[in-house]
């Protein structure tokens, strides 16, 4: 539902940082949700971090106290701030909007992508 922009790719070297951005045309409800998911090569898509509209977020363990998700929901936007990057990092992140219930979400829409690269 809706479309989804995402921005903010680029590279970078290990140990730094980038901000993603995500425009969304619609806005939420209370059971809506966003997350950030990450696909590289050859390897499996994995979700990286999720923020409901009441403000609860989750992430993979292999990004937490690296990365933080966060939402504007009055700018439709949701965020992917990346800190202590690393060359495993590398992958083209995208963006989805979907529903979350019972403990579990449900992504209706994609973005296009974007992609990280962090050189070692």
């Known amino acids: 539902q809706g479309q989804l922009v995402e921005s903010g790719g680029g590279l970078v070297q290990a140990g730094g940082s980038l901000r993603l951005s995500c425009a969304a045309s619609?806005?939420?409800?209370?059971?809506?949700?966003m997350a950030w998911y990450r696909q590289a090569p050859g390897k499996r898509r994995e979700q990286v971090a999720l923020?409901?509209?009441?403000?609860?977020?989750n992430y993979a363990g292999s990004v937490l106290g690296r990365f933080s998700i966060s939402s504007d929901t009055a700018k439709n936007t949701v965020y992917l701030q990346m800190n202590s990057l690393k060359p495993e990092d590398t992958a083209v992140y995208y963006c989805?909007?979907?529903?979350?219930?019972?403990?579990?979400?449900?992504?209706?829409?994609w973005g296009q992508g974007t992609q990280v690269t962090v050189s070692s």
């Open positions: 619609g806005s939420f409800v209370s059971i809506s949700a």
């Open positions: 989805t909007k979907g529903l979350y219930s019972n403990g579990v979400y449900y992504p209706t829409s």
């Open positions: 923020v409901r509209v009441g403000g609860s977020t």
